[in-house]
């Protein structure tokens, strides 16, 4: 199994990545042009790629043994939280329920920067100190 972390890491990678994208050109279209986002792939596309991402993650958490809510695996219990931080904000920016342009706004930078302390998480490999 330990011969699938690198393929699936780069895949894992690659999902966070398009989600990243996704979130930011959902967020122009509804700024610009919201009839793209009732297109059926823009509906159905995100959701795809959020559940790879899920599912890449859980796997490299089986290979890697790193686990959350332990003491060693502090930096993948705050990336979980970044990620949990990240989709609320994201149903905020991009729900269908009315919101202020400014709240959405707010949200939706909020969300970029759980995303970056997620990835510089990933990319350092150290956790916040003091934190958990």
């Given at each position: 199994m330990a011969g699938w972390y690198l393929?699936?890491?780069h895949f894992h990678l690659l999902t966070v990545v398009i989600t990243a994208v996704m979130l930011v050109v959902r967020f122009w279209w509804l700024?610009?042009?919201?009839?793209?986002?009732?297109?059926?792939?823009v509906r159905i596309l995100p959701h795809a790629n959020d559940t790879l991402l899920l599912l890449s993650g859980v796997m490299l958490v089986?290979?890697?043994?790193?686990?959350?809510?332990?003491?060693?695996?502090?930096?993948?219990t705050q990336k979980?939280?970044?990620?949990?931080?990240?989709?609320?904000?994201?149903?905020?920016v991009l729900g269908r329920r009315p919101k202020p342009l400014k709240v959405r706004w707010a949200a939706f930078i909020v969300a970029l920067l759980a995303l970056a302390a997620v990835i510089h998480l990933a990319v350092t490999k150290i956790p916040f100190s003091g934190w958990v």
């Open positions: 393929p699936l890491k700024l610009r042009r919201p009839a793209m986002l009732q297109q059926r792939w089986m290979i890697t043994h790193l686990y959350p809510f332990i003491p060693q695996g502090a930096r993948l979980l939280v970044g990620v949990i931080i990240y989709i609320a904000l994201g149903f905020v």
